[in-house]
Every structure is written in C-alpha cells, then in structure tokens.
C-alpha cells in the first residue's frame, strides 16, 4: 500500500507538522482550558526543529498553561526561560511578554509590590503595541486591588489605546473583564455589569473561553452587588463547573466567594455562605494565593458572626493577565 501525506494523498510520504503549526494548533486548546492538550502541543513545537523566536514563545506559552493551573514556580520557570531565549534570539519585545507572564503570577497570588516593580521594567523592553497594551493591564489591574482607582483607571485607558493601536481585539476583552472587576471593586456594579456584558460578547466572538468564563464570573459578581443574586446562580454554576473541569483551582476559589456573597446576602443562609467561603479558603490556601486568603479569612469571619455585605466593598477580582 502506497504510504499517505498528511494531507490523504497517496504517493507521497507524511510530512510532520512544523513548530509553528504545533503552536498554532496549542492555542485554541488554552483558550478553552483544555492545559493538557496545550502543553502536549507546545513541547510537541520544542522538539519539531523550532528557530530560537519559536522555542522562546513556546516555553513562553508553557509558562502560560502552568500559571493558568496554578503552577506558580513552573510558570516562573518557563517565563525565566524564554526570557534567556529571547534575548539570545534580540527579541526584546518577545522577552517582555514572557516577563509579563511572571507579573502574572505575582498578581494572581497577591505580591503586588514585586508583581509592579517587575511591571515597570517589563514595560522599558516593550517594543510593539501590543506587547505594552498587555504589560499595562496588569499594571492597572494591581493598581486596581491597591483600591488605587485613579491609577488603574488611568493605567487601563492606556492600554486600551496600545490595543487600538494594535488592532488586537482579544486584549480588548481582556481589558473590559479587568475594567468591570475594576469598576465592581469601585462600588459601581452597574458599570462592571456593562463592561462584564461586553467582555462575554468578545470572548464568545474569538471563541476565547478563557476571556468569556471570567467575563460570566464578574456578570454574577455585579448581580450579586446589585442585589439580583437569582440571576447570578446559573451562569455563575455554568462556570463553576468549566473551572472545576479544567482543574483552575484559583478561578474555582473566585466562583466559591461570590456564591458565599450570594448566600450572605440572603436571610436565613449564613450556613451556606460560611460552607462557600470555608471551600473557597481551603483553593485558596492549595495554590498559595496570600491576597484570597486574607480576603477569604475575614468574610469568613464576618458571616460567621452575623454580618451580611462585604466589608468597605471588598469582592473577589477575577484579572485576566494576557
């Protein structure tokens, strides 16, 4: 029998896949959470002859999937990795993504401090639009959960402008889903309602899961400030279960809190909240995620002893760092 190419045409043999197509063919499954897939496709790109740029995005992306599983010395490992490739390769703007990567981490386990001060520096290497629309999402974002509103609100217009810039839609979702948590954790639900909308509506366009299940997440969020918890439970349950699925503990914590504040608000509840929060603690504390657990602590505390709201406002702040 004659042997087939890829493509099913007999007399020619198989041709394998180039590193680009492996990493081309991983991000679809890392935008739906599907990491293992993802992780299979890009060390797949490692060992298929990739250039220096395409082994540096590649481990770049890796740091991606383990930082979005909760892997925070993995991801640090891999960002630090491409970083050295890229600079070898004279790619200071692919070696500011992979620094960015690492901001990441340290916004997601609450190291605000070190996560800015990485930001900055990050930033100076930045060459392309889109690379610096990203860098000051995340820099908006901790600005955001310092409750420096002035600071984020002005840190997320100009990332907007690097996006339209850049024409990069997705980083337009990304900055309406940071602008709604923003918004909610001003004490304006209304608007973290409409950005969160909008958000859900980019994600659901691109097919990029990831942007429109946290977009869902911060819906249900400003719902439940507005006093609608009913219409947070399902969409907030849908989601709930595409985390659990994808094993994202941290995102699993998040939805946990807010169903705790759903269950808070209501009369006769406190059990249930105090159960949400108590399951959301214990994520927390699996992933070593500092700032949720000191949040998650005193709500805890607060419900077990009768009060209802969450203190001076403070929500859960689902980011999304690109």
């Given at each position: ?67 979005s ?61 889109r ?41 337009m ?9 923003a ?30 299940t ?19 439970e ?10 659990t699925?994808?094993s994202?503990?941290?995102?699993q ?17 406190d ?12 994520l ?13 602590t ?25």
């Amino acid at each position: 029998m004659a042997p087939l190419n890829s493509a099913g045409n007999p007399g020619r043999p198989f041709s394998p896949l180039t590193a680009r197509a492996h990493l081309d063919g991983g991000l679809p499954y890392e935008q739906a959470g599907m990491t293992h897939k993802a992780v299979a496709a890009y060390e797949a790109a490692l060992s298929t002859g990739a250039s220096p740029l395409e082994r540096a995005e590649a481990h770049v992306r890796l740091a991606r999937v383990y930082r979005s599983e909760s892997q925070w010395e993995a991801a640090e490992r891999e960002a630090r990795t491409a970083v050295l490739l890229a600079e070898a390769a004279g790619s200071e703007d692919l070696a500011a993504e992979a620094m960015n990567v690492e901001v990441g981490v340290h916004l997601l386990v609450g190291r605000l401090d070190a996560g800015d001060a990485l930001a900055v520096r990050t930033l100076a290497r930045a060459r392309t639009a889109r690379v610096r629309g990203i860098i000051l999402q995340n820099r908006g974002s901790i600005a955001a959960q310092r409750r420096d509103f002035d600071a984020a609100s002005a840190l997320f217009a100009q990332s907007v402008h690097a996006f339209q810039e850049a024409g990069y839609e997705l980083g337009m979702g990304f900055a309406l889903v940071n602008g709604s948590a923003a918004a909610r954790d001003a004490g304006d639900a209304t608007r973290a309602l409409e950005l969160a909308e909008r958000a859900a509506a980019i994600g659901r366009k691109l097919g990029a899961f990831d942007v429109l299940t946290v977009a869902v997440q911060n819906q249900a969020q400003a719902l439940v400030a507005l006093g609608r918890a009913e219409e947070a439970e399902g969409p907030l349950g849908e989601v709930l279960g595409h985390f659990t699925a994808t094993s994202n503990v941290l995102r699993q914590a998040e939805c946990l809190e807010i169903m705790g504040e759903l269950y808070a608000i209501r009369h006769d509840h406190d059990d249930t909240a105090a159960r949400c929060f108590e399951l959301a603690l214990a994520l927390a504390r699996r992933v070593g995620a500092v700032g949720s657990v000191d949040r998650l602590t005193r709500r805890l505390a607060e419900v077990r002893a009768g009060g209802r709201g969450p203190t001076d406002g403070e929500s859960a702040h689902p980011v999304v760092p690109s």
